[in-house]
């Protein structure tokens, strides 16, 4: 497939087409067949890319940081510049526009990948905000066609959770575009504003794909090829805590729950990281504050033969490398 993407932002996965999507998944897959076969690469090579994060990462820095290596590029990991604090977004992205190849950011609001897009002049890619999650569903879209042998248009993939944060909008995007069955299965305080859902409904006609959310867990889970969850409390709402833990507690992705799909070849899938045991310290802190030692998933589901939540870690690697080949990679 010859496509072309040089220049290209990813803010949110509405930026591409379903073709280019496609294109970045056969991308994805070839470079990682390249990784495996002890390739070296050269695709970006002396291409200088800013890393620049305002909240955690382990998966997305990884990605970038190794993906660039793997093609002879380089990286700048920035967490404690001057970036809206003593210099403003659009002064921060004019600068780095005259240094850089490509930036991508990880934040807050989602205006401020927008304006560093709109001022930067060279490509900028989301690595999450408030918002979106990009990035992580062409992982997740790679790791669905590695697993399940059906078009992603056959696909049933059923978010568990706030289905209103990153990773529930972003997923409702990916389906939307690729002519999924989409269920968001949530209390419906936490289903996202129905003009959002409205402005994806003429991408979705086009594909093929269904939207639908319910807060019956039966019903939703039926027939799932997928069932997919984050966490109750995204990077900054740690204050909702309490209130998350009560809407979302009947709605822990267990093993009956996997079991409830009638179908036995069922994936389970999460972005991580994921609360489904005491081995961290928020994990510790939740244990001891509300007796629960798992949330969004048992420990039990999360490692058993369902669970496919590292091999879509693993493919952040490859897809964040697509990205960066097809936008601004050598040709
Ligand atoms: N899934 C994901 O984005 O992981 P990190 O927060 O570790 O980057
Ligand atoms: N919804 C989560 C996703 C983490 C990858 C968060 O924003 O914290």
């Known amino acids: ?100 190849d490509g930036i991508q950011y990880r934040g807050y609001a989602h205006r401020d990948v927008e304006l560093l897009a709109k001022h930067a002049g060279i490509p900028v890619w989301n690595g999450l905000t408030d918002e979106y999650h990009p990035t992580q569903i062409l992982a997740d879209l790679l790791t669905i ?46 289903w996202p504003d129905p003009l959002f859902i409205e402005r994806l409904s003429a991408t979705a006609k086009e594909a093929g794909a269904v939207l639908e959310y319910s807060e019956n867990i039966d019903d939703a889970v039926q027939n799932a090829d997928v069932i997919y969850t984050d966490v109750w409390f995204s990077m900054g709402e740690e204050a909702q805590m309490n209130e998350r833990i009560r809407q979302l507690s009947p709605y822990q992705v267990t093993l009956s729950m996997l079991t409830k799909t009638q179908n036995p070849d069922v994936i389970f899938m999460h972005c991580l990281p994921a609360y489904h045991d005491t081995n961290t310290k928020v994990g510790q802190e939740i244990a001891e504050k509300f007796g629960l030692e798992e949330l969004e998933v048992t420990n039990e589901a999360f490692r058993s033969r369902h669970s496919v939540v590292f091999d879509q870690a693993e493919n952040r690697l490859h897809t964040i490398k697509a990205v960066m080949v097809a936008t601004i990679g050598r040709r």
């Open 1 to 100: 497939m010859s496509i072309n993407l040089q220049g290209r932002h990813l803010l949110t996965l509405l930026d591409f087409s379903p073709l280019e999507i496609r294109y970045l998944l056969e991308l994805s897959a070839d470079l990682k067949a390249k990784k495996r076969s002890g390739q070296v690469g050269d695709l970006l090579r002396s291409k200088s890319i800013a890393l620049l994060f305002d909240k955690p990462s382990t998966r997305t820095r990884c990605a970038f940081e190794v993906a660039a290596h793997d093609e002879g590029g380089n990286v700048t990991f920035l967490e404690n510049s001057h970036m809206g604090k003593k210099e403003s977004l659009e002064d921060t992205a004019k600068v780095l526009g005259r240094m850089y």
């Open 145 to 190: 066609q590695e697993h399940i042998a059906k078009p992603l248009n056959k696909i049933k993939l059923v978010y568990v959770g706030d289905a209103r944060n990153n990773m529930g909008r972003s997923l409702l995007i990916g389906a939307a575009k690729m002519g999924m069955h989409f269920m968001g299965l949530a209390p419906k305080a936490l």
